[in-house]
Structure formats: C-alpha cells, structure tokens
C-alpha cells in the first residue's frame, strides 16, 4: 500500500505541475519517477484520484484533479470545506465583476466550467451555485453574503484573485 501511495502522490504532484494530455504521457513522466506500472492500473489510480480531461488553454486536453483531498474547519457549524488542491493554481481567471447578488468572472477560454465545477465543489455558503459557458462563470450569491465574504471564499482556490 505504501507504493500505492506513494504512486498516487506523484502522479498528483505531476498533473499539478504539468499539462499531460494522454496516459502513455503520464506513464512516462511516471516511469522518470521510477514507477513502472501498466496502463489498466494508471487507468485504475485516474479513477481513485478523480481525474477527469478538459480542454486546456491551447485548445488541447490535458488531465486534472477535480477532487480536493485534505479538507479544513472552517469554523461555521462544525463543517469541513476542502483545501484547494495545487491545479487551481493554474486556472485561468481574468477578472470579477458583482452587480447585486450576482458575479461574473471571467476566465482564458475553456476554463470556466472546470472553475465553477470547484467553485461548487467547495460548497461555498456565500455562492448560491455557479453557471459556466466557455470563459464566463457566473456566481449567484446568498442574500447576506458580502462581496467581501465571497472575494475571501474565492480567494482559497483562486490564489490569483
């Protein structure tokens, strides 16, 4: 299990750090870390990680962790909120905008929908529920919520905001 582990952290470690758009890319990057492992059980680990392909900014797929793995108190009703993993680093956000109870962020094209899939993945009790298009997220906000309160939130996995 040790090896396991060890194998599923670099293999986060990697696609945190680099675009890798197939398998046999991964594999690779893998075997320079001294793991030989076989294509069904890359495939295997990619599913336990979460793993999901997008559209990178180039307009070509690449892998990402859709799934937070360590999570935090954030100090409101005993709730645990995921910590932002390292790809959220390289997100693509532009800008933000509020009018009302709405935000509007803008992102590189193909970004948004990964955005507001953490976005709504880390259960924000200042956003509502997010909508993305190719390069816009837009964030419907809770009624009491400042724009401060969201700004701090978003801040958490938007590291550039």
Known sequence: MKIKNSRLDAIR???STQEIGSQEELLNELAKEGFTLTQATLSRDLHQL????????QGKYRYVLTRPHQYRHDGS???MRPIAPAVMEV????????????A????????????AYHIDAYNF??????????????????????RGAVLKALRSIIPNL
């Open 50 to 57: 979460r793993v999901v392909k997008t559209v990178g900014v």
């Open 13 to 15: 470690l990697i696609l």
């Open 77 to 79: 009703e005993g709730e």
């Open 91 to 102: 997100n693509g956000f532009l800008s933000i905008k509020f009018s009302g109870n709405i």
């Open 104 to 115: 509007v962020i803008r992102t590189k094209p193909s970004y948004a929908s990964t955005l």
């Open 125 to 146: 009790p200042e956003v509502v529920g997010t909508i993305a298009g190719d390069d816009t997220v837009m964030l419907v906000i809770s009624e009491n919520a400042t």
